[in-house]
């Protein structure tokens, strides 16, 4: 079964600062796709990046990169230049496809980002 | 272009009764997945909808059910609510095939007492 596992679960860094978010994940499949949302309080669910697992290249997205390791089955999260509205909960997360090409996200427990003035 | 929206925000119900949600897809999506999420903890996939019918089920009993219409908005209904039900609900849509497309809606605020 795939599985998604994110040991940290808050983190304080110094506003502009540097921070990386760590994700494991565990899959057997040869295809799978790996993704990163960012979760404020209101709620919703803020996609911030994905990375393919046949993708030659570290996904970045602005202030984002994935530092993606796919011998260790890793897909750390980098977020350079940290900012106070970076605060929120960062849940790494990957795509399982099911029966009948339905595709569904498995999410890790979240890591509780903290962003110090 | 509208994302994704949910109805209500917060609702409040006592165990054994039934409720349900809403969500409006973003334009263009036809795909449908509902997620809950308890309380410090990751989304769980409930189910997907695809075409009106559902299209993949998690570890979730009977009880838990939903609907799409022809205009891809959805409803998730819950029967015999129990105090564990109590979370937050996520809607997601996608255009078909659109694995990296995604987009989660607010979510509704669900407290069993």
């Known amino acids: 079964a795939q599985k998604i596992t994110q040991t940290q679960p808050g983190m304080f860094v110094q506003e502009k600062e540097a921070v990386t978010l760590d994700c494991t994940y565990d899959?057997?499949?040869?295809?799978?796709?790996l993704f990163w949302y960012k979760q404020p309080s209101s709620g919703e669910m803020i996609f911030l990046i994905y990375?393919?697992?046949?993708?030659?290249q570290n996904a970045t997205e602005g202030r984002y990169s994935l530092n993606f390791q796919k011998a260790r089955k890793s897909a750390n999260l980098v977020i350079s230049a940290s900012q106070l509205g970076d605060s929120a909960m960062y849940f790494c997360?990957?795509?399982?496809?099911?029966?009948?090409?339905?595709?569904?996200?498995?999410f890790g427990s979240g890591t509780r980002l903290s962003i110090r003035p | 272009e509208t994302g994704v929206t949910q109805s209500p925000t917060h609702l409040i119900k006592t165990r054994g009764q039934q409720v349900t949600l809403r969500c409006s897809s973003q334009?263009?999506?036809?795909?449908v997945s509902w997620y809950q999420q308890a309380l410090g903890q990751g989304p769980q996939f409930i189910f997907q909808?695809?075409?009106?019918?559902?299209?993949g089920r998690g570890n979730f009993p009977p009880r838990f059910s939903g609907l799409q219409f022809p205009n891809y908005s959805s409803e998730l209904n819950v029967n015999a609510l129990e105090l564990d039900d109590s979370a937050l609900y996520l809607c997601?849509?996608?255009?078909?095939?659109?694995?990296?497309?995604?987009?989660f809606g607010p979510g509704t605020r669900l407290t069993v007492t």
């Open positions: 997601a849509s996608s255009p078909r095939g659109g694995y990296m497309q995604w987009t």
């Open positions: 899959t057997s499949d040869p295809s799978y796709g």
């Open positions: 990375q393919g697992s046949y993708d030659q």
């Open positions: 997360a990957m795509r399982e496809k099911g029966r009948s090409s339905a595709s569904k996200i498995i």
């Open positions: 334009s263009g999506h036809n795909t």
């Open positions: 909808y695809y075409r009106e019918e559902e299209n």
